[in-house]
Nanobody
Framework: QVQLVESGGDLVQAGGSLRLSCAASGSITSIQAMAWYRQAPGKERERVAT???????SYIDSVKGRFTISRDTAKNTVYLQMNSLKPEDTALYFC?????????WGQGTQVTVSS
């Protein structure tokens, strides 16, 4: 059974930084893609950043230039470095991985940005 565990969420002031981590464990042969999503209260879940295992990254416009997604393949871990945080970044952040061609979600980590 595969499990994803996120960490790194916190309360931070606007302009601050946080680094989220998500580690996958269990029976894993290969990981095809990793991504971060977020869901703010009363809003739909949105994909924030994606890093496929082949090449390239993608971001939603609102975080471009501020967030960076990266991965450590050996550790089955994906990171999200978040800089210049804004109150509108406040949300529950989830990692998602395509592992052995099946999708898995973490439990979420809360990011709260105060103004």
């Amino acid at each position: 059974q595969v499990q994803l565990v996120e960490s790194g969420g916190d309360l931070v002031q606007a302009g601050g930084s946080l680094r989220l981590s998500c580690a996958a464990s269990g029976s894993i042969t290969s990981i095809q893609a990793m991504a971060w999503y977020r869901q703010a209260p009363g809003k739909e879940r949105e994909r924030v950043a994606t890093i496929p295992t082949v090449s390239g990254t993608s971001y939603i416009d609102s975080v471009k230039g501020r967030f960076t997604i990266s991965r450590d393949t050996a550790k089955n871990t994906v990171y999200l470095q978040m800089n210049s945080l804004k109150p509108e970044d406040t949300a529950l952040y989830f990692c998602n991985m395509l592992i052995d061609y099946r999708g898995y979600w973490g439990q979420g980590t809360q990011v709260t940005v105060s103004s």
